[in-house]
Structures are given as C-alpha cells and as structure tokens.
C-alpha cells in the first residue's frame, strides 16, 4: 500500500475515534412521560432530541453519516463536506465537521431560521442560501465538485446509514427507556419525514425484532410523502417546499421506505403550530414545529385508541427545541405574514385534552 493511502487510513482512524469517543462521553436523551388522564388508560411519552450537543435529533444522523463516510473512504483528511439541508441536520454535520478538522458548507433556503444559519455559523461552517428547495440538491453536488469536496447526502444515505437492528439507534434507545413502564412495548411510534431516515431506522427495527409496535408518519402540506405514500407512487414530487422546518420534502427522498409505514397522517401546517404551542402549556417542552406535528399526529391517535377502549402507549419525539424558532414560529407577526393561524386547532387540541374526542374531518 502506498504512503498516501496509508496516510489517509491513519487520519481516518483518528476522525472515527474522535466521533466515537464523542458519543461514549454522550448520556441517552431523556424520554419525559407527558400526563393524560389516566382513565384513558393511555400512556404518552415524547423523547426529547433536543438535549444533543449539536441540539436536534439530526445528531444521530450526522454521526452516522460521517462514520458511514469514512468508512467507505469517501472522507479523508482535508475533505470539503458539503450538504443539503433544511438546518438541523447542517447544524450537526457542522458540529462533527469542526470535530475532525473538516471544513464545512451548508446548501439551505433563504427561508431557514437565522437561529439556525448562525449555529451552522458558529460551529463553523459556512452557509449559501437558494430561493427554492428543489434547488438544494444540484446546489450541494457543484459546491462539492467545485471544490472537489463530499456531498454528504442526507436524502440518499440516511436509510443506509444507520444501523436498524440495533448499535445505539433511536428505536433501542426507546425500547430500552420503556422497559419498566406499565406498556414497555407501544402501540405506536409517531415520527416525521425529512429525509425518511428515521422512520426507516424504526421501521425496521420494530420488524426486526418482532415488536407488534406500529409506525405512524406525519407529514405537512405541500409534502410528497403522504401523498407518494397513499397512492404508491415512488417518485412522486409536489415541487413545492414545506413550511414546517426539518420535516416534509417537494419530492419522494431515496431514503423514504414507505412499506414500513403502516400509516400516514397529513396534518395542516397551522395545526402543527398549535402543537407546538400546546406542548409547552401540557408539559413545559417548548419545542420546535415539526414536534408540534408529532403532536397532532398522536392525538388523533390516542384518541382512536380511547374510543376503542385500547389501553397502552404511545411514543413520539421532541425534535429540536424552540429557542431556534424565536424569530419564526413563536413569532406572531411572522405566522400572520405567512397566513398561519393556530387558533382554531388549538381548540380542537383542547377538545381532545378535554374528552379524548377528535374531528372526523382531520
């Protein structure tokens, strides 16, 4: 083997142990029980994401694609990494990148939070802005030819980077939290798409091991997941970008595996807004939007469960926190401007709180 291969190899173990290491000094993120009345007879949990050094759940995911880079000898030292994101997941791989020496460039909208472009910032990286989100993707490959770097993408390798039967991922990690709650095994898991990789993960995993869990998707207007998914259309795209950050895609990502979903639930971009509003009041979590579609999705849930007299539980995530959204989200003006009005679903959330009762049109 020549000198400069073995080079590479000794920086690469370098990179991987200091990941590793990273991670061994990093406790499991809390799964915080949230109260529901207990003659329901239904337990709601929602693991909080947002503790992550990096602050989102897109932690997980950077770590594993880095690895999943090195390993396969796409990344070696002095690398330009190069991604395609909506901020969460650019924020991470900002994290990991200033980790192991790596110079980093994010390709997001112009609509991303500036919350979120100025950790990218501060880890970091650096941050060049499209008009649209179908743009990200040929954006991200010339930077990375330009610059004769490494598109990272997110949207491709999500699904094959992360480990499903086990090794640390999300779906053990909750298996594990649960183990001595009244209903260790849920009834439902309620997660987002961005990149379909963590429904993927936890798909699989509950298939993998045999759990009688079922997955629930959400997913917001504007989104061809749902829509792909409901009509089983692999390459379907709406063109047209999301407007509850992190989650959501114009088009059908390769790391989406529908077949392990075993339901979807559209939920109005208004309504996750209201989610997020409501989970702070319910808990005290202040989180970020697409938690609020999590809550959405397992309130229509929870109450399909109470109207059949099923007991057990249910399990969600907290995203990503509020503090990113301060400018956007928890902004009145900013929601008015955009024509994102949250009361009239917050009334339906507090009819649900109320008697477990839900629309039959939502």
């Not at 880079?69 to 395609?84: D, F, K, Y």
């Not at 501060?122 to 990375?144: I, M, P, Q, R, T």
């Not at 009244?182 to 759990?211: D, M």
């Not at 007991?311 to 024509?339: F, H, K, Q, T």
Request: net charge negative; hydrophobic share 40%.
């Amino acid at each position: 083997m020549s000198t400069p291969r073995n080079q590479d190899r000794t920086w690469a173990n370098e990179a991987i142990r200091r990941i590793e290491a990273e991670n061994n000094r990093s406790a499991d993120t809390h799964l915080y029980a949230v109260p529901l009345p207990e003659h329901w007879g239904v337990q709601l949990y929602f693991k909080d994401e947002s503790t992550h050094r990096s602050g989102s759940l897109k932690h997980r995911l950077a770590r594993s694609l880095f690895l999943y880079g090195l390993v396969n000898g796409w990344i070696s030292e002095g690398t330009t990494i190069v991604e395609a994101s909506s901020g969460s997941t650019a924020v991470s791989e900002a994290y990991f990148a200033r980790l192991v020496g790596l110079p980093f460039i994010a390709v997001m909208t112009r609509t991303t939070s500036p919350e979120k472009i100025a950790l990218i910032e501060e880890f970091g990286g650096a941050c060049l802005l499209v008009d649209h989100a179908s743009e990200v993707y040929e954006a991200a490959e010339n930077v990375a030819r330009t610059t004769g770097g490494y598109y990272m993408d997110q949207f491709t390798f999500a699904e094959r980077a992360t480990d499903w039967r086990g090794n640390n991922n999300i779906a053990e990690s909750i298996f594990e939290q649960l183990a001595l709650e009244e209903h260790p095994v849920p009834e439902w898991i309620v997660v987002g798409a961005g990149t379909g990789g963590t429904s993927a993960t936890i798909g699989r995993h509950l298939r993998y091991h045999r759990h009688g869990t079922r997955l629930a998707v959400v997913d917001p207007e504007n989104s061809a997941f749902y829509p792909g998914w409901r009509d089983g259309l692999q390459d379907h795209s709406t063109g047209m970008p999301s407007r509850i950050e992190g989650i959501g895609r114009p088009r059908m990502e390769p790391s989406f595996v529908p077949a392990v979903i075993d339901e979807m639930i559209q939920v109005p971009d208004a309504a996750s807004i209201a989610g997020m509003r409501y989970l702070q009041r319910l808990a005290g979590l202040r989180a970020g939007p697409s938690t609020g579609t999590n809550l959405w999705g397992v309130c229509k849930l929870v109450s399909a469960m109470v109207a059949e007299g099923k007991r057990g539980s249910v399990v969600s995530l907290m995203c990503d926190a509020g503090e990113r959204y301060e400018g956007s989200y928890y902004n009145p003006e900013w929601l008015a401007d955009r024509g994102l009005d949250p009361a009239p679903y917050e009334a339906v959330l507090a009819g649900f709180f109320e008697d477990a009762s839900w629309p039959g049109d939502m």
